[in-house]
């Protein structure tokens, strides 16, 4: 039980929550854990629980826990650039203590795992100038999908460069289980920041542009929220490319109109060479490499799934039957000009998308093979077949490439792409455990939550009914209505105003930078005032523009995130070079624009395959 305390704090503190999170008091649950608040030698509250083992644990010293709380905020190391993980919030006081000895612009993450002890502290101490900070972010919560939607929130790659986890020995006692959990929880959100950064990187205007040029056929074609629950307990099973896919893609003959077979792009080609159709092909990738999966192969009368933003040859030159979804910046722009396509879900990877489709389908059993998310132990990457057949890795184990635990009971080799898609696997499975999931891949990566069987098992005992999928595919193509186009050409007319303008603030932008940096030579102070104004209203039409700017950045993304990240730094710097200030903002406009040049030309061909279909009737 909590031990009764005055309650004059209760109610000031759960107003500054409700104003700082927009989140109302919530209810301690009675005789959860015994909590007991006391007071230490020093007058101050302190608190224990009682642990598992049933042994009180004190959170706080007993004694002084101001003192101990500034010890430990001692040892964190402060500098700028980190985000401090804080495991433990209990009364407060070692966050206050790291408010007092990190540096201002580091934020705290801060994880209270035990709701009852978050309520208790509301009661016993006034928490409002920890509750109403920027400086930190309070999670009470042991929900790993909270915890890392909230973290998300709060790392930056381009601001922070390290992650520095402390917190209260009692906590990490009591409740070690969350605390492990943490930590890899941390890890994947930094890990999957990374890699999106990296794919933005690589990708990010390819993601724009073939969104801009597959939105004439985005609109006319039917969305996969047409196909949802259409599939309601037939299996399916999900090909990928792993090199185990070599072991048993023979038997995939027998599963055709026994199970709905997905396939990914990579795979595409294999399945050809074995003579097998499959009935989903699914597709997310917008780099050209992409197409070369497709082009030349004949699938017969299977229906393409694909993102928008994916290679739009691959749209384009698809004979069969197609849905499409997507959740790209460029959507925003025209409201419910555009209906509502659905959404498959994904940590990255097709094969991810693929298993979110077939769950939202119906599917049951969903069944997996091919999806290794690891190198088989000769190196290999991919199945014969596959464009890819030949990557091997052959180097060690490192940073970018660690062992995990392989489905025949050892360990095989990763990298952090595939341990991405591996954890959005398990993340899900974990939150959707009512299918039931199978891995047939025989080799690879274990995935925790699905049953291991071979795909000869399978066969034998779940597909052994007829299904028709193309049954189902055609009811769902019979049942779409193309859609009036003309309300999203409006839009798209707007857009490429919108653009033009933005162009001439952005080339107005370097002219005053060119201009600031002349008069911070001369010191003329009137004039700098007088240039900044400017630039800062420019600055804040961008910060504010709901439609352009986001998509011109896509284009220059690298770029864009190195001026980024070097304006953090030189604000973690004591020395104020206004040359390279002035040089880091130029860029940035100089990168806009021509990204900007880039949106206008595509808006252009975008409008042009608009009205081809309009004429066309469609």
Same mark, same amino acid.
């Given at each position: 039980m909590i031990k009764e305390m005055?309650? $004059?704090?209760?109610?000031?503190?759960?107003?500054?929550?409700?104003?700082?999170?927009?989140?109302? @008091?919530? #209810?301690? =649950?009675?005789?959860?854990?015994?909590? !007991?608040?006391? $007071?230490?030698?020093?007058?101050?509250?302190?608190? &224990?629980?009682?642990?598992?083992?049933?042994?009180?644990?004190?959170?706080?010293?007993?004694?002084?826990?101001?003192?101990?709380?500034?010890?430990?905020?001692?040892?964190?190391?402060?500098?700028?650039?980190?985000?401090?993980?804080?495991?433990?919030?209990?009364?407060?006081?070692?966050?206050?203590?790291?408010?007092?000895?990190?540096? !201002?612009?580091n934020p705290l993450f801060v994880i209270e795992p035990d709701r009852d002890l978050f309520c208790a502290a509301m009661v016993a101490r006034d928490l409002r100038h920890l509750i109403s900070s920027e400086r930190i972010y309070i999670v009470p919560s042991d929900s790993a999908a909270q915890i890392k939607a909230d973290f998300f929130l709060v790392y930056d790659a381009a601001k922070y460069k390290d992650i520095v986890m402390t917190g209260l020995v009692g906590h990490q006692t009591v409740y070690a289980d969350v605390y492990a959990h943490?930590?890899?929880?941390?890890? #994947?959100? /930094?890990?999957? @920041?990374?890699?999106?950064?990296a794919t933005m990187i690589k990708m990010g205007s390819l993601f724009e542009s073939n969104a801009l040029l597959n939105l004439a056929d985005y609109c006319t074609h039917p969305g996969v929220a047409s196909l949802f629950n259409r599939l309601e307990g037939i299996p399916v099973i999900i090909v990928s490319a792993g090199p185990s896919l070599n072991k048993n893609i023979h038997l995939l003959k027998e599963a055709k109109g026994k199970a709905a077979i997905f396939v990914v792009g990579t795979a595409l080609k294999a399945l050809e060479k074995w003579g097998i159709e499959p009935d989903f092909i699914f597709s997310i990738d917008p780099q050209p490499l992409n197409y070369e999966h497709f082009k030349g192969v004949k699938v017969g009368g299977a229906a393409l799934v694909s993102e928008i933003q994916s290679n739009h040859l691959i749209l384009e030159n698809h004979q069969g039957p197609i849905f499409v979804s997507g959740d790209v910046t460029i959507l925003r722009w025209f409201g419910e000009s555009i209906e509502t396509k659905g959404k498959i879900e994904s940590g990255g990877s097709v094969a991810n998308n693929a298993m979110t489709a077939a769950y939202k389908m119906g599917a049951n059993p969903i069944v997996l093979v091919g999806q290794d998310l690891a190198y088989a132990r000769d190196g290999h990457s991919h199945a014969s077949g596959t464009n890819?057949?030949?990557? +091997?890795?052959?180097?060690?184990?490192?940073?970018?490439?660690?062992?995990?635990?392989?489905?025949?009971?050892?360990?095989?080799?990763?990298?952090?792409?595939?341990?991405?898609?591996?954890?959005?696997?398990?993340?899900?499975?974990?939150?959707?455990?009512? &299918? !039931?999931? +199978?891995?047939?891949?025989?080799?690879?990566?274990?995935?925790?939550?699905t049953t291991v069987m071979t795909l000869q098992e399978v066969l034998h005992q779940y597909c052994q009914k007829a299904v028709d999928v193309q049954k189902v595919i055609q009811e769902a193509q019979d049942a779409f209505e193309v859609p009036s186009l003309e309300p999203v050409l409006e839009k798209l007319e707007m857009r490429l105003r919108d653009t033009?303008?933005? +162009?001439? #603030?952005? &080339?107005?932008?370097? @002219?005053?930078?060119?201009?600031?940096?002349?008069?911070?030579?001369?010191?003329?102070?009137?004039?700098?005032?007088?240039?900044? =104004?400017?630039?800062?209203?420019?600055?804040?039409?961008?910060?504010?523009?709901?439609?352009? &700017?986001? /998509?011109?950045e896509r284009f220059a993304h690298r770029d864009i995130h190195n001026v980024m990240s070097r304006t953090h730094a030189a604000g973690y710097s004591e020395k104020d070079d206004f040359h390279a200030a002035i040089a880091d903002y130029t860029i940035y406009y100089e990168k806009v624009l021509s990204g900007l040049k880039v949106v206008e030309d595509l808006l252009h061909q975008c409008i042009e395959k608009f009205r081809g279909k309009m004429c066309n009737g469609q």
């Amino acid at each position: 039980m909590i031990k009764e305390m005055p309650n $004059i704090w209760e109610d000031k503190n759960w107003a500054a929550y409700k104003e700082r999170y927009n989140i109302d @008091k919530f #209810e301690s =649950k009675a005789n959860q854990r015994q909590i !007991e608040i006391m $007071i230490s030698r020093v007058e101050l509250p302190t608190i &224990r629980v009682k642990s598992s083992n049933d042994k009180w644990v004190f959170l706080h010293s007993s004694v002084d826990p101001v003192k101990e709380a500034k010890k430990i905020a001692d040892t964190v190391s402060g500098d700028p650039g980190k985000v401090i993980v804080v495991f433990g919030f209990a009364l407060g006081y070692l966050v206050e203590a790291l408010l007092e000895t990190v540096d !201002e612009r580091n934020p705290l993450f801060v994880i209270e795992p035990d709701r009852d002890l978050f309520c208790a502290a509301m009661v016993a101490r006034d928490l409002r100038h920890l509750i109403s900070s920027e400086r930190i972010y309070i999670v009470p919560s042991d929900s790993a999908a909270q915890i890392k939607a909230d973290f998300f929130l709060v790392y930056d790659a381009a601001k922070y460069k390290d992650i520095v986890m402390t917190g209260l020995v009692g906590h990490q006692t009591v409740y070690a289980d969350v605390y492990a959990h943490s930590a890899k929880y941390i890890k #994947e959100i /930094v890990n999957a @920041k990374l890699l999106n950064l990296a794919t933005m990187i690589k990708m990010g205007s390819l993601f724009e542009s073939n969104a801009l040029l597959n939105l004439a056929d985005y609109c006319t074609h039917p969305g996969v929220a047409s196909l949802f629950n259409r599939l309601e307990g037939i299996p399916v099973i999900i090909v990928s490319a792993g090199p185990s896919l070599n072991k048993n893609i023979h038997l995939l003959k027998e599963a055709k109109g026994k199970a709905a077979i997905f396939v990914v792009g990579t795979a595409l080609k294999a399945l050809e060479k074995w003579g097998i159709e499959p009935d989903f092909i699914f597709s997310i990738d917008p780099q050209p490499l992409n197409y070369e999966h497709f082009k030349g192969v004949k699938v017969g009368g299977a229906a393409l799934v694909s993102e928008i933003q994916s290679n739009h040859l691959i749209l384009e030159n698809h004979q069969g039957p197609i849905f499409v979804s997507g959740d790209v910046t460029i959507l925003r722009w025209f409201g419910e000009s555009i209906e509502t396509k659905g959404k498959i879900e994904s940590g990255g990877s097709v094969a991810n998308n693929a298993m979110t489709a077939a769950y939202k389908m119906g599917a049951n059993p969903i069944v997996l093979v091919g999806q290794d998310l690891a190198y088989a132990r000769d190196g290999h990457s991919h199945a014969s077949g596959t464009n890819y057949e030949k990557n +091997i890795y052959s180097g060690g184990e490192n940073y970018a490439y660690f062992p995990i635990k392989a489905n025949d009971g050892g360990k095989i080799l990763t990298d952090r792409s595939f341990y991405q898609f591996l954890t959005f696997f398990e993340n899900w499975i974990e939150k959707y455990p009512e &299918r !039931e999931y +199978i891995n047939a891949t025989e080799g690879g990566a274990f995935i925790q939550g699905t049953t291991v069987m071979t795909l000869q098992e399978v066969l034998h005992q779940y597909c052994q009914k007829a299904v028709d999928v193309q049954k189902v595919i055609q009811e769902a193509q019979d049942a779409f209505e193309v859609p009036s186009l003309e309300p999203v050409l409006e839009k798209l007319e707007m857009r490429l105003r919108d653009t033009n303008k933005t +162009i001439l #603030e952005a &080339r107005n932008a370097i @002219k005053r930078l060119k201009q600031l940096e002349k008069a911070c030579e001369a010191r003329q102070a009137k004039k700098m005032q007088q240039h900044l =104004k400017a630039i800062n209203k420019i600055y804040i039409k961008f910060e504010n523009d709901p439609y352009i &700017r986001e /998509v011109a950045e896509r284009f220059a993304h690298r770029d864009i995130h190195n001026v980024m990240s070097r304006t953090h730094a030189a604000g973690y710097s004591e020395k104020d070079d206004f040359h390279a200030a002035i040089a880091d903002y130029t860029i940035y406009y100089e990168k806009v624009l021509s990204g900007l040049k880039v949106v206008e030309d595509l808006l252009h061909q975008c409008i042009e395959k608009f009205r081809g279909k309009m004429c066309n009737g469609q």
